[in-house]
């Protein structure tokens, strides 16, 4: 399967500040990358796909770009609150074989803090 | 409402006892998965079925099975031969773009 990395330290903001959670990936550019949000002992919750040909893809307060040269995307949550406080998680499909299968990072955790 | 319903949500497995998770969905999806979830790993793929009689290894199958009757379903047996079975385990299904997952089910042995 591919190779996804997620910055593993968690990552504690002020309330009203954006958060910006990073996912790499390796070797050959996906067509498109998922992310998720997860809260203790639930299962993921899908949030956004983006595209291989979509530079930024938006809903509400969140923001997903994918840039193919740095391979990179990086997931922002603009006027974060307390309740965005959860684990992120970023995947991509597990081979070129197309399907719908996927490879997810280990997660970032994140924390608003008031 | 539709969704994937995974039970029980706690279970405990005795050494060298074979549990089976179970794992409904009523999105009419076609493609299943389980994945296993441990501290600091991430999910890890362990089978993954695109059609009813049909499923594929993932990269952890060694002491798992499964099946594949029903569209609706695709429990999961943890075997004996699973050294390391304590995790907390997801099951998903998808049609294309994301994945429903169910609520997990936490296995711990005892």
């Known amino acids: 399967s591919q190779k996804i990395e997620q910055n593993s330290e968690a990552l504690n903001i002020q309330e009203g500040k954006t958060a910006t959670l990073t996912c790499n990936y390796t070797?050959?550019?996906?067509?498109?990358l998922q992310w998720y949000r997860q809260d203790p002992g639930r299962g993921p919750v899908f949030l956004l796909l983006?595209?291989?040909?979509?530079k930024e893809k938006r809903k509400e307060r969140l923001k997903v770009t994918f840039d193919t040269t740095l391979k990179q995307s990086l997931f922002h949550i603009t006027a974060s609150q307390p309740a965005d406080s959860a684990t992120y998680l970023c995947?991509?499909?597990?081979?070129?074989?197309?399907?719908?299968?996927?490879?997810f990072g280990t997660g970032t955790q994140l924390k608003v803090e008031l | 409402d539709g969704g994937i319903t995974q039970s029980p949500k706690y279970l405990f497995r005795k050494e060298g006892q074979n549990v089976t998770l179970s794992c409904e969905q009523n999105?009419?999806?076609?493609?299943m998965y389980w994945y296993r979830q441990d501290p600091g790993q991430g999910l890890r793929l362990i089978y993954y079925?695109?059609?009813?009689?049909?499923?594929q290894k993932g990269d952890i199958a060694e002491g798992y099975s499964v099946s594949r009757e029903k569209k609706e379903s695709f429990p999961l047996t943890v075997t004996s031969a699973q050294k390391n079975p304590t995790a907390f385990y997801l099951c998903?299904?998808?049609?294309?773009?994301?994945?429903?997952f169910g609520s997990g089910t936490r296995l711990t042995v005892v």
């Open positions: 070797n050959y550019s996906p067509a498109y």
């Open positions: 998903a299904s998808s049609i294309m773009g994301g994945y429903t």
């Open positions: 983006i595209r291989e040909n979509e």
């Open positions: 079925s695109q059609i009813v009689n049909d499923f």
């Open positions: 995947a991509r499909p597990w081979d070129t074989g197309g399907g719908n299968k996927l490879t």
């Open positions: 999105l009419n999806h076609d493609a």
